[in-house]
């Protein structure tokens, strides 16, 4: 008897679609490596762009509708001149050589390509080092030659589940300017460990023209963006990450790319259609960008390059694929509802990209074996995190986003007496079991302008005007109460990882809002008040608080190597409790009602308090003795614990 699909029955019927898909990525691993590794076949980096040689410069790039290339620079007061014009080597590819003395480490330059019917400046594609001019907003490519950083640390050798803090450099300080690369390492990366994350996921790495996209929109794919620093400083940044055992994971964006030409990819040779799709596939509507033609050999080696790239040169241990929906799909997911499994197999979908997905995980896993990766993806593709043993496309994990979704929806639609814990429990464990998942309350998504973090929903305007620990407030406290059992509850059922944006663990304030046009180009909201945590006139902290021994307490337990099992779930009570490994965790979502000598069935034995939502130094009303000792009762041949559960609480009892 066959094995079914990915261990799901309900995909037999399209055994052939799936098994088609994967011979494809097969056939495309033989092209592609002639026998030999994937990773020999993801060099570009090392061939293409600007190298130093012992004895002379070489530049080569790849253009195969030019008829003319030109290096011009701060060496010639840039202009064309035959004495820097590139020569055509095979493959559509042109060279240059120049003396070592022509160019020096600091140097700005450009090409100048030609075509038949035009010209125009552009940037080299592998570029590794791009600036922009203080004054004129220009981005030029930059000579960059400094000493090699020596690295001092091993990267983390142990797999571990990822408790990840979702970070970004620019934003990451309190003043109204952009944040560095060393200001992170020195002021940030020192209390996300003491937090207790083990994973740092950072944002806008690749070089992006305007800030306000966030990193989504990557013009320089190769180079990181300088205006948090140097490429060095980002290695010091991850080799100081990795003596605090923290793993460092790129947001990497090869879903799209600026539409820009001067400073992006974009009509690179004068053709559309030379890094990405003819046409109107090969735009984004929604966008605004320009979409890769995975189809081609020369994309996939650029692609595959600069994921070899980011492993080798700067040690990241591995990935967060952005927009991994719209590479799937020709009409990128929008505005579809992902309902049967026929969805994912109706002739939408972009075949080319999934092979190019699917490439990728082979190769990040061929070099660094312990490096992960995980996809963003909303339409729920089976066997996207299946192993391409298994036929699947082979990430390590995927974003489990329909959960940020219901916490959204029930604080919006649902009165707090109408929160239903059946549901509630099914929303939070609904996994595909053949697949790890990746759990959050909130990502970046959530705090943009223009939504809502889980915070804001709770509180709004009080935000601002009651978070002092001087009076009570009945809405305050009823947010700060389930900003904390929320979160406790995603990470419970957390099927294989959790993940929090920078803030979000202590409810912070702000909306993100980069300078833009709109706001006067303000840096007001493109910050983090990281003093909130520590005035103690503020209850900011008992968050961050909570976070903290919350996140201590699973980093001691191997849960996730468990799946919950439900206790109880009593729509009547708001009562939910689960049991994961040698926890048993408790919640009262009731707003009013407090249950004396609650009594629920679990395995025999001694049990202890060692988290409690409403401890007074997490800003509760120490409803609950933590010190007492609970003791299982035999009733009527059951083990039975018999608990005072306050309402609007969570604790955690331990199995001694």
């Given amino acids: ?85 590139f020569y055509p080597i095979p493959g559509g590819n042109w060279e240059l050589e120049l003396p070592l003395e022509t160019l020096q480490h600091g140097m700005l330059f450009k090409l100048w390509v030609k075509w038949e019917d035009g010209a125009g400046e552009r940037i080299p594609a592998y570029i590794r080092r791009v600036v922009q001019d203080d004054v004129s907003k220009i981005f030029s490519a930059q000579v960059w030659q400094p000493e090699p950083y020596v690295w001092k640390y091993d990267q983390p050798k142990e797999e571990i589940a990822p408790i990840i803090y979702e970070a970004h450099i620019g934003m990451s300080g309190e003043e109204e300017n952009v944040a560095t690369y060393n200001h992170f390492r020195e002021k940030v990366l020192p209390y996300i460990a003491d937090m ?138 929008i505005g579809r509802d992902f309902t049967n499994y026929s969805m994912y197999y109706d002739g939408n979908q972009d075949e080319d990209a999934i092979v190019y997905l699917t490439l990728a995980n082979k190769l990040i896993h061929e070099v660094n074996s312990l490096a992960f990766t995980i996809a963003e993806d909303v339409s729920g593709m089976p066997g996207l995190a299946s192993s391409i043993e ?154 961050a608080e909570f976070e903290k021994e919350m996140l201590g307490l699973i980093n001691k337990q191997d849960i996730f190597l468990f799946r919950p099992f439900a206790i109880i779930q009593s729509t009547p009570d708001q009562v939910l409790i689960f049991k994961r490994n040698n926890l048993v965790f408790i919640f009262n979502f009731n707003p009013t009602k407090s249950f004396t000598d609650y009594g629920f069935e679990v395995d025999k034995g001694q049990y202890k308090i060692v988290l409690n939502s409403d401890d007074s130094e997490f800003d509760g009303f120490d409803r609950v003795d933590d010190n007492y000792d609970y003791s299982t009762l035999s009733i009527k041949g059951k083990d039975v614990l018999r608990v005072y559960i306050p309402a609007r609480t969570a604790f955690v009892l331990e199995k001694q």
């Fill in 1 to 85: 008897m066959k094995a079914s699909i990915y261990g799901d029955s309900g995909l037999e019927k399209y055994r052939s679609t799936i098994l088609r898909r994967h011979e494809k990525y097969q056939l495309k691993v033989a092209e592609l490596t002639s026998g030999s590794d994937l990773s020999d076949a993801a060099n570009g980096y090392l061939f293409y762009g600007l190298h130093a040689y012992p004895d002379k410069w070489v530049l080569r790039e790849w253009a195969p509708n030019a008829t003319a290339v030109y290096l011009m620079g701060d060496f010639n007061h840039w202009q064309i001149d035959l004495k820097y014009a």
């Fill in 196 to 333: 207790g994350y083990n994973t740092i996921q950072l944002m806008a790495i690749q070089e992006h023209p305007y800030y306000g996209s966030f990193g989504y929109q990557v013009s320089n794919f190769f180079a990181p963006s300088s205006r948090f620093g140097t490429p060095e400083e980002l290695k010091e940044l991850i080799d100081t990450a990795h003596k605090l055992n923290i793993r460092v994971v790129l947001d990497i964006v090869h879903s799209h790319s600026v539409i820009n030409e001067a400073d992006g990819l974009s009509r690179f040779d004068g053709t559309f259609d030379l890094y990405f799709h003819s046409g109107e596939r090969g735009t984004h509507s929604v966008w605004n960008s320009r979409c890769f033609d995975y189809g081609k050999n020369e994309v996939l080696a650029f692609l595959l390059s600069n994921c070899k790239y980011w492993l080798e040169e700067f040690k990241f241990d591995g990935f967060r694929f952005d927009g991994v929906t719209s590479m799937m799909y020709y009409d990128h997911g």
């Fill in 390 to 543: 298994n036929f699947g496309i082979g990430f390590d994990y995927r974003m489990a986003m329909g959960i940020a979704d219901f916490w959204v929806k029930i604080l919006k639609d649902k009165k707090d007496e109408e929160w239903h814990v059946g549901d509630m429990f099914y929303e939070l464990t609904n996994k595909r079991k053949e697949e790890k998942t990746i759990s959050y309350v909130e990502s970046h998504d959530q705090a943009m302008v223009g939504d809502k973090t889980l915070i804001f929903n709770l509180l709004d305007s009080l935000m601002y005007t009651n978070m002092n620990v001087f009076e009570r407030n009945t809405k305050v406290d009823r947010g700060l109460a389930l900003h904390k059992m929320i979160r406790l509850a995603t990470l419970a059922t957390a099927g294989n990882g959790y993940l929090t944006f920078m803030g979000n663990e202590f409810g912070h304030p702000e909306w993100i809002d980069f300078p833009r046009l709109g706001n006067d180009w303000s840096y007001k909201y493109a910050r983090r008040q990281w003093s909130l945590l520590t005035d103690t006139n503020l209850r900011y902290r008992f968050l």
